[in-house]
């Protein structure tokens, strides 16, 4: 049974100094499932998603108490190395940020810095992340020009082509289609429907459609707490949570 | 063979040293360059030292003239500065339209900032003390030390306006207020702790500034302290100078005499910016 | 007629002032003499610009009435002063002001940027509150100070037991002390260009499993490269211009030498001598400096307008 979890999250609480955002959070994430985190603004979606790769080590006077197994093994052990940690567990933000490179040593920056210096095997690995983030036969003749040139959902797919360079085997997304047009966001969710076959996804979204359109498994967030956590189906059709019925029919959030 | 992830982490901890070398080099340089000063300065460093005028003979040299000069054209300065610098900085930040006018103000300040301090002192030379025929006097000094601080003033009394948020303007305006006294009223008091910051930094370098003053006219031997703005003067940082090219070896005990005084004015006003920093950015 | 009058008016007006602004037309206007007044005070600075020119211009004109330019910049000896042989080839001075430069250049921007890297990436924002005061005590000292200090101290305690044939003025202790002068400068535009880039583009890179040295150096770095390029720039601009350290602390011999153990002469320490000394207002001894300065104005304006073009071009990236 535990092998088919990904990530078990213990009795996590995360303070930003002295603000407790999230209280006792557990969950086990499934292995090639996509799991969605759902909730109101501000209820700690975020702060949760970067707990898992440590993001938030990059902000000062946080702490975490509680564990996080990967793997079955603690990220939040002494020696953990949190920089290899992250490029086992990919990321995409809300809005797209490539870097000021061009499209290829946008997709060519992990694995050159993960030790790959081989012109031709870069080049496979590129056209193939491309390819996997549906975004290749848009770029593929203009792969030297500048990333900020490409329209903002094809910078996010350009993101998402990044990630999977590095072969990750989590991909933490958080609301990478909010800032995207319908088509843009269509794209990027028929994208999940496929990755999901090759990695464990968990995804942050504001639309609960969408939650329910892409999502395997669904967990609804309230004030820094997990107050339901279930099949994607059964959150949405047969909610157990009287707080959780109330978000998903529009009554509150 | 160590491992490629190894090496990584190596890379990055070998950098984390050196770059910590580098900030500290800055440290230790000025830690090494104040205990030089102190320990050279305190030597000739007495009561006497600011009551005495220069001397031929270390021992009973003072620095009475270059200290009553500086108090004399700094005091005339600060006024001139804080009020052309400021007003310069309103006009731009909360008056001036966005055209071809506004930027060519905007880029000759920033070349101003740039223009080597030696050149204003050709510039005083030429305007003040020849053209205007206002000698090698104290306001002559002033005015050039003046225009030589302004764009360093502008810049930052116009960095401290943008800091002031627009929804204050708009109360400000909602109330019925016009345009100046929006600005008056409202916008300057909530900048003015931090346009004072940058003005005293401004001040506390003009204060070591030499070069300019040399190239103007500025006396180096003075025997009399300024009696009006009309009078010729010299500055502490000049008598420094003075002595370091001096053959006896007991000037640089003197010039030590000097520097640590400039030093111990440093510390002073950048004391004083740092708290009225720290005092208003709580808030 | 009134009409003409007032369409003059109208122009004028909306040359000066954001036309959003309705205090012009304010029924009972009584700021008007504030208008008048901050409009003349914005143009001290652009008339202090017309000045410097008009001075460097007119009385460099005096100068090269008599020495031709060409000789004046392709002349490799420099001997204004003593009779009989005087001569006004500039290039000993432009050299020495090179050797300053690249020795300070050498120093300052490594450890400028290095620093800049620390502060933004890898130090706790605590500590960086700590170091900008520090910082802005050691931009502070006074060059005079820091003469006196190259002079005094770095030259005897540090350089002559390394290079035991080091003179008393040469022009590697000023170069180290210029290089310190326009560290902090170099410290903290490189940092204000680090601090520019969108945070999110750090984080992208953190998530990618970078380390610190990789999200500083493969893309922090380069993508603000041009705002830390043109800091390089300004302080290069600065360093050519600095003027006490090295009438202080690098001699006041005008050579062509490689060596930076021997003392030099830069353009700056030239000028200070020149105004230090008895010369005569008006004669052509006197008028050099105005070329000489005409010469230095010209190189740190070129340079300030390279940086600001190069900075122009930078801030069109994120926007
Ligand atoms: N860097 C920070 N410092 C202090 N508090 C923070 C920080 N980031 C987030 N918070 C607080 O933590 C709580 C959770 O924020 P978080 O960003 O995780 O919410 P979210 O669910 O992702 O919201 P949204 O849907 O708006 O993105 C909020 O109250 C927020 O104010
Ligand atoms: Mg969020």
């Known amino acids: 049974m535990s092998n088919q979890n990904v990530l078990e999250v213990k009795n996590v609480d995360f303070f930003y100094d002295d603000f407790q955002a999230l209280e006792n959070i557990s969950m086990n994430i499934e292995k090639n499932k996509v799991t969605a985190l759902i909730g109101p603004s501000g209820c700690g979606k975020s702060t949760f998603l970067r707990t898992i790769n440590r993001m938030n080590d990059l902000i000062e006077g946080t702490r975490l108490e509680g564990n996080i197994l990967f793997d079955g093994e603690s990220i939040y052990q002494e020696n953990i190395d949190v920089v290899n940690l992250r490029k086992r567990i990919g990321m995409v933000f809300q809005q797209p940020n490539p870097f000021p490179k061009s499209i290829f040593e946008n997709v060519a920056y992990g694995p050159k810095i993960h030790g790959i210096t081989d012109k031709i095997k870069l080049e496979e690995i590129v056209i193939e992340s491309l390819k996997k983030a549906a975004l290749f036969d848009e770029v593929k003749n203009r792969l030297d020009s500048s990333a900020l040139s490409l329209s903002g959902g094809q910078q996010q797919r350009l993101c998402i082509a990044r990630a999977l360079a590095v072969k990750p085997e989590v991909l933490l997304m958080d609301e990478p289609a909010s800032a995207l047009d319908p088509v843009a966001t269509a794209k990027i969710e028929d994208l999940i429907g496929e990755l999901k076959n090759e990695y464990s996804i968990v995804i942050v979204t504001h639309s609960m459609q969408q939650a329910a359109r892409v999502s395997d498994m669904t967990g609804f967030f309230l004030m820094g707490e997990l107050v339901e956590y279930d099949k994607t189906d059964k959150i949405f059709e047969n909610p157990s949570d009287q707080r959780t019925e109330d978000y998903i029919t529009g009554r509150f959030g | ?283 | 007629m009134s009409d003409l009058k007032n369409k003059n008016k109208k122009s004028w007006t909306s040359l000066f002032f954001d036309p959003k602004i309705r205090y012009m037309n304010s029924k009972n206007n009584k700021n008007g003499l504030v208008n008048y007044i901050l409009i003349l005070t914005t143009l001290v600075s652009l008339i202090t610009t017309i000045g410097i020119i008009v001075i460097l211009l007119t009385d460099s004109f005096h100068f090269f009435k008599e020495i031709q330019i060409f000789d004046f910049l392709t002349g490799t000896n420099w001997n204004p002063l003593i009779e009989p042989n005087k001569s006004y080839g500039v290039l000993p001075l432009v050299a020495g002001t090179m050797m300053i430069t690249v020795g300070s250049a050498v120093i300052a921007i490594p450890v400028g940027l290095g620093s800049a890297i620390y502060l933004t990436e890898y130090s706790s924002s605590r500590f960086s509150k700590i170091i900008k005061p520090i910082m802005e005590i050691l931009a502070g000292v006074p060059t005079v100070v820091y003469g006196y200090f190259a002079l005094t101290f770095i030259t005897p305690n540090i350089l002559k037991p390394i290079f035991p044939n080091i003179q008393t003025f040469n022009a590697l202790s000023a170069s180290i002390a210029v290089g310190i002068m326009i560290l902090p400068m170099v410290i903290s535009l490189s940092e204000d260009a680090l601090n520019a880039v969108p945070e999110s583009i750090r984080q992208g890179a953190y998530a990618m499993g970078s380390t610190r040295f990789e999200v500083a150096s493969r893309v922090m770095v380069p993508s603000a490269l041009s705002g830390i390029i043109s800091s390089f720039i300004l302080a290069i601009s600065r360093a050519i211009g600095e003027t006490m350290i090295v009438a202080i602390a690098a001699g006041m011999r005008p050579q062509l030498t490689s060596s930076f153990l021997k003392p030099i002469q830069t353009m700056t320490g030239f000028i200070v001598q020149i105004s230090m000394g008895d010369t005569p207002v008006g004669s052509l001894s006197y008028y050099t400096i105005f070329a000489v300065g005409l010469l230095l104005f010209l190189m740190t304006l070129s340079l300030n307008i390279i940086s600001h073009l190069i900075l122009k071009k930078y801030r069109e990236v994120y926007q």
Do not use: C
């Open chain 2, 1 to 283: 063979m160590i491992s490629l992830k190894k090496k990584r982490m190596l890379t990055d901890k070998i950098f984390k040293v050196i770059f910590l070398i580098f900030i500290s080099l800055g440290l230790v340089v000025l830690a090494a360059l104040i205990y030089d000063i102190v320990s050279k300065g305190i030597i000739m460093l007495d009561w006497e030292f600011f009551t005495r005028f220069d001397s031929r003979f270390p021992a009973k040299a003072g620095i009475k003239a270059g200290l009553f000069g500086t108090i004399y054209v700094i005091g005339l300065m600060i006024p001139i500065t804080f009020f052309v610098g400021t007003a310069t900085a309103i006009y731009l930040e909360e008056y001036a339209p966005k055209n071809k006018l506004t930027d060519l103000i905007k880029l000759n300040i920033a070349n101003l900032a740039g223009i080597p301090s030696i050149i204003y002192g050709m510039l005083g030379l030429g305007v003040f003390v020849r053209y205007l025929n206002m000698g090698r006097s104290v306001l002559a000094g002033a005015l050039t030390l003046s225009l030589l601080v302004l764009p360093v003033v502008i810049v930052s009394a116009q960095e401290a306006l943008r800091s002031v948020p627009n929804s204050l303007r708009n109360a400000s305006y909602a109330l019925g207020a016009n345009h100046w006294h929006t600005v008056y009223k409202v916008v300057l008091p909530s900048a003015l702790p931090s346009i004072l910051t940058g003005f005293i930094l401004a001040i506390s370098r003009a204060i070591g500034e030499t070069a300019p003053l040399i190239m103007m006219g500025a006396l180096t031997f003075v025997m009399f302290t300024p009696q009006g703005i009309m009078d010729s003067f010299t500055v502490i940082p000049i008598q420094i100078f003075n002595w370091t090219s001096l053959p006896k070896a007991e000037f640089e005990l003197v010039a030590a005499s000097g520097s640590l005084l400039l030093l111990i004015l440093l510390f002073i006003l950048n004391g004083l910016a740092t708290f009225i920093r720290y005092r208003y950015s709580r808030k």
